[in-house]
């Protein structure tokens, strides 16, 4: 059943009990309708080998696995992308895989496969299109262990624009900048602040977030006479002359420039992000409607999110980049890279320390009085990126709150399980809050910190004895 592509960076999921309650995976397990049957054997080191029988024939795969929580990522061999299947065990015996389509299989161990679990019957040499380095980095199906985090709520440095959640001991630089006309010779990209922050563990950048800035480039293509007057690298009212790349395009020059050190990269997956540019699409419809009332062709926007995995310093690592470029070539002659974020941690500490990148994505919560500030002194379409801006940061939130109004409660769950989320109830304000499901217990202080751990006896009252501060723990809305 390998025929659905991983999606990134939204569906990684992450398994709500402790690792090492999971039952193992290893071993045989069967899929059984009218129209198909299917047989799967995962092996203790890391392999597996499935066979599809339908009434056109039998397909027999195999190659590499990694469970991660509830995340079984499947690297066939050959030149079939990496696939990705959400599985629950219902117990010791019974799995339920589910598709991003929707569509749930349950799958049953068969019996008297203990042989199987202690050998594979894939020599090495098989395993040769796998990426090189996949399999001695993390590719197995060992437990994640994930650290407490004390997330605790900061400014944004420079202009106090947002607030967001940084994990104890963590550093992070940049922030919000403007960008002077005079040095950029026109005013193509000082219209509206710009965000260059970069969240770090260490000086290294070992497990790091970035949001990227998000750049005006000229594109004079559809330009009577600018496209033969300005050539690539020179600059048009401000705007780097630079021909409309595709997202894998600009996302491949992004690493390339931030990660040049960078060996034995590969690409694992590729997600477009539809939902992401559908909500793009909609905070600019009346842009597009205005385009369109005088003659001119709507906005175009098209997303991508890329796992990647390379060796830097020795050390393997996965990294996630995403963007949206948005082309008015048409309307401006330009184009634009939106909602650019990269983030990366070490192979195998990714499953680990993504919950805590999530978090810190998640966090951000804009300043009504900078918002204020920054729309009296900035233009209709500079205002309208800033509103897309924050629609997106609400995006999470808008298609929970359509799907608890279209659907019933149980599709709602459904999509808390999927995605990792769980419903929190604000011990101090009462509200109801959507965060990542990933650790046992949830910490609120009266100052807007959060701490996530595993560990049944940490209270932070006992650890973090500061005048004024309170921690309360923040329970599951009732069911």
């Given at each position: 059943?390998?025929r659905?592509?991983?999606?990134?960076?939204?569906?990684?999921?992450?398994?709500?009990?402790s690792?090492?309650?999971?039952?193992?995976?290893?071993?045989?397990?069967?899929f059984?309708?009218?129209?198909?049957?299917?047989?799967?054997?995962?092996?203790?080191?890391?392999?597996?080998?499935?066979?599809?029988?339908?009434?056109?024939?039998?397909?027999?795969?195999?190659?590499?696995?990694?469970?991660?929580?509830?995340?079984?990522?499947?690297?066939?061999?050959?030149?079939?992308?990496?696939?990705?299947?959400?599985?629950?065990?219902?117990?010791?015996?019974?799995?339920?895989?589910?598709?991003?389509s929707?569509?749930?299989?349950?799958w049953?161990?068969?019996?008297?496969?203990?042989?199987?679990?202690?050998?594979?019957?894939?020599?090495?040499?098989?395993?040769?299109?796998?990426?090189?380095?996949?399999?001695?980095?993390?590719?197995?199906?060992?437990?994640?262990?994930?650290?407490t985090?004390m997330?605790?709520?900061?400014?944004?440095?420079?202009?106090?624009?947002?607030?967001?959640?940084?994990?104890?001991?963590?550093?992070?630089?940049?922030?919000?900048?403007?960008?002077?006309?005079?040095?950029?010779?026109?005013?193509g990209?000082?219209?509206?602040?710009?965000?260059?922050?970069?969240?770090?563990?260490d000086?290294?950048?070992?497990?790091?977030?970035?949001?990227?800035?998000?750049?005006?480039?000229?594109?004079?293509?559809?330009?009577?006479?600018?496209?033969?007057?300005?050539?690539?690298?020179?600059?048009?009212q401000?705007?780097?002359?630079?021909?409309?790349?595709?997202?894998?395009?600009?996302?491949t020059?992004?690493?390339?420039?931030?990660?040049?050190?960078?060996?034995?990269?590969?690409?694992?997956?590729?997600?477009?992000?539809?939902?992401?540019?559908?909500?793009?699409?909609?905070a600019?419809?009346?842009?597009?409607?205005?385009?369109?009332?005088?003659?001119?062709?709507?906005?175009?926007?098209?997303?991508?999110?890329?796992?990647?995995?390379?060796?830097?310093?020795?050390?393997?690592?996965?990294?996630?980049?995403?963007t949206?470029?948005?082309?008015?070539?048409?309307?401006?002659?330009?184009?634009?890279?939106?909602?650019?974020?990269?983030?990366?941690?070490?192979?195998?500490?990714?499953?680990a320390?993504?919950?805590?990148?999530?978090?810190?994505?998640?966090?951000?919560?804009?300043n009504?009085?900078?918002?204020?500030?920054?729309?009296?002194?900035?233009?209709?379409?500079?205002?309208m990126?800033?509103?897309?801006?924050?629609?997106?940061?609400?995006?999470?939130?808008?298609?929970?709150?359509?799907?608890?109004?279209?659907?019933?409660?149980?599709?709602?769950?459904?999509?808390?399980?999927?995605?990792?989320?769980?419903?929190?109830?604000?011990?101090?304000?009462?509200k109801?809050?959507?965060?990542?499901?990933a650790?046992?217990?949830?910490?609120?202080?009266?100052?807007?910190?959060?701490?996530?751990?595993?560990?049944?006896?940490?209270?932070p009252?006992?650890?973090?004895?500061?005048?004024?501060?309170?921690?309360?723990?923040?329970?599951?809305?009732?069911?």
């Open positions: 059943m390998l659905l592509l991983l999606s990134l960076m939204f569906l990684f999921l992450l398994f709500p009990y690792a090492d309650c999971l039952p193992s995976i290893v071993g045989s397990w069967q059984k309708n009218d129209q198909m049957e299917i047989l799967t054997e995962f092996f203790q080191d890391g392999t597996f080998r499935q066979v599809n029988v339908t009434p056109k024939g039998k397909e027999t795969y195999t190659g590499r696995f990694q469970l991660s929580g509830q995340t079984l990522l499947i690297l066939p061999q050959g030149a079939a992308q990496p696939q990705q299947i959400m599985c629950r065990f219902a117990d010791a015996d019974t799995i339920f895989a589910t598709y991003p929707g569509e749930t299989l349950q049953k161990r068969l019996k008297g496969d203990k042989k199987q679990e202690k050998e594979s019957s894939f020599p090495e040499a098989q395993t040769g299109s796998i990426p090189k380095g996949a399999a001695d980095s993390g590719l197995s199906s060992s437990a994640v262990t994930r650290p985090l997330m605790q709520r900061t400014w944004e440095p420079n202009e106090k624009a947002f607030t967001f959640l940084v994990p104890k001991e963590w550093n992070f630089k940049g922030g919000m900048f403007n960008v002077n006309p005079l040095t950029q010779n026109g005013p990209n000082s219209m509206a602040p710009k965000c260059d922050l970069v969240v770090h563990k000086d290294r950048g070992t497990v790091m977030i970035r949001f990227a800035p998000a750049w005006n480039y000229a594109d004079l293509t559809y330009s009577p006479t600018g496209f033969s007057l300005f050539r690539p690298g020179q600059y048009y401000g705007m780097l002359v630079k021909v409309l790349p595709t997202p894998k395009q600009f996302l020059e992004m690493f390339q420039s931030s990660r040049p050190q960078a060996t034995q990269v590969t690409v694992i997956a590729e997600d477009p992000m539809r939902e992401v540019v559908e909500a793009v699409y909609r600019n419809q009346q842009v597009n409607q205005q385009l369109q009332q005088t003659g001119l062709k709507p906005n175009r926007y098209e997303g991508l999110a890329m796992l990647m995995e390379y060796t830097e310093g020795g050390q393997r690592f996965r990294e996630v980049l995403r949206v470029i948005t082309d008015a070539r048409a309307g401006a002659f330009m184009w634009t890279n939106e909602h650019t974020v990269q983030f990366r941690a070490p192979m195998n500490e990714f499953e320390w993504k919950p805590a990148l999530d978090v810190i994505h998640n966090s951000i919560e804009l009504p009085k900078w918002i204020e500030a920054v729309t009296r002194a900035m233009d209709q379409r500079a205002k990126a800033l509103d897309t801006q924050r629609y997106i940061n609400k995006v999470a939130s808008e298609i929970v709150e359509n799907r608890r109004r279209t659907h019933a409660e149980i599709r709602y769950e459904n999509y808390l399980f999927i995605t990792g989320q769980d419903e929190y109830i604000n011990p101090f304000t009462k109801v809050e959507l965060d990542t499901s650790y046992h217990h949830r910490w609120m202080n009266n100052h807007g910190d959060i701490l996530y751990t595993d560990e049944n006896v940490y209270n009252n006992e650890h973090e004895k500061r005048p004024n501060y309170e921690w309360k723990r923040t329970a599951a809305r009732p069911r």
